[in-house]
């Protein structure tokens, strides 16, 4: 039987890339993160000794609480934080007994420097279409749930990545890692790059975007309609991030298809109430 106030990995893991999923929050020391740095998916690093300081703005939300063990850090800290009005928990068993169950993880060696207020910061091409949508859904539901975005004219995407120490990602510049390669598109790259590949609904959904970014319809019939709808949004908005917000439940929606719906089909006929008329013989 589960303590009282933990989450198990594989509940967690069913939650992580939900629009709302839980915000999780590595406690654990710099010692016990050297040991293997990597993070819950969606994780964001805090420190235990200061708890008292950065709680109070979690107030109203929902966390899970790592640390290396699942013991005094992370029920300590999750306690600290249901005194601050937070639904806290803490992830049984820690980040050992997640990467044990063979869970994803990402390597916080590949994220970009955080801004002062801990986010990650990354930068694009302004009008985005496909990719630049995907990307920054994939980001903010398996990476960092604060993520900035700047959309910026073409020319200043390098000028802009290094004078605000952002990311530069789908933009065709020498030295930029999250960009293209061959045949796969930038979505292929982060799923890969942020050690999400083993998640089989991302990897059907990276088809789908594959095939919409690089016009090649043909791979899977989803294809041609999110290119459709994401012409159809870039067309409804003129401001890129109100794009960005209605492209993310677009995403949404796929994902939750590609891990629980592709077998479910609809047709018209199960669909119609039964009549209430008897059945009258010829």
């Given at each position: ?255 939750r298809w590609c891990r629980d719906a592709t077998r479910e089909t609809h047709d018209w006929v199960s669909h119609q109430p039964k009549s209430s008329r008897p059945k009258v013989e010829a």
């Amino acid at each position: 039987m589960p303590a009282i106030n933990t989450i198990s990995p594989g509940k967690l893991a069913r939650l992580i890339g939900m629009p709302s999923a839980p915000l999780v929050i590595d406690v654990q020391t710099p010692e016990d993160f050297a040991a293997d740095p990597r993070l819950v998916p969606g994780a964001v690093r805090r420190s235990h000794e200061n708890v008292a300081d950065w709680a109070p703005g979690l107030k109203g939300r929902r966390a899970v609480v790592v640390c290396q063990k699942g013991q005094k850090l992370s029920e300590g800290v999750a306690a600290w934080l249901r005194h601050e009005g937070v639904e806290a928990e803490s992830l049984e068993g820690g980040a050992l007994a997640w990467a044990a169950a063979g869970l994803p993880m990402v390597p916080e060696a590949v994220l970009p420097p955080r801004d002062p207020q801990g986010r990650t910061v990354w930068v694009t091409r302004a009008r985005p279409k496909v990719d630049r949508i995907a990307c920054p859904w994939l980001i903010r539901r398996f990476v960092d749930p604060d993520a900035v975005f700047l959309f910026v004219s073409p020319p200043e995407v390098a000028g802009v990545a290094e004078r605000f120490a952002a990311a530069p990602f789908d933009v065709e510049h020498d030295g930029v890692f999250w960009s293209h390669d061959g045949e796969r598109c930038t979505f292929d790259v982060m799923v890969d790059g942020f050690g999400l590949s083993g998640l089989p609904a991302l990897a059907h959904l990276a088809v789908i975007v594959r095939g919409a970014d690089t016009a090649r319809p043909d791979l899977i019939p989803e294809a041609a309609g999110l290119v459709a709808v994401s012409l159809g949004l870039s067309r409804m908005f003129i401001d890129d991030l109100e794009q960005l917000d209605a492209g993310m439940l677009v995403y949404d929606a796929l994902y939750r298809w590609c891990r629980d719906a592709t077998r479910e089909t609809h047709d018209w006929v199960s669909h119609q109430p039964k009549s209430s008329r008897p059945k009258v013989e010829a």
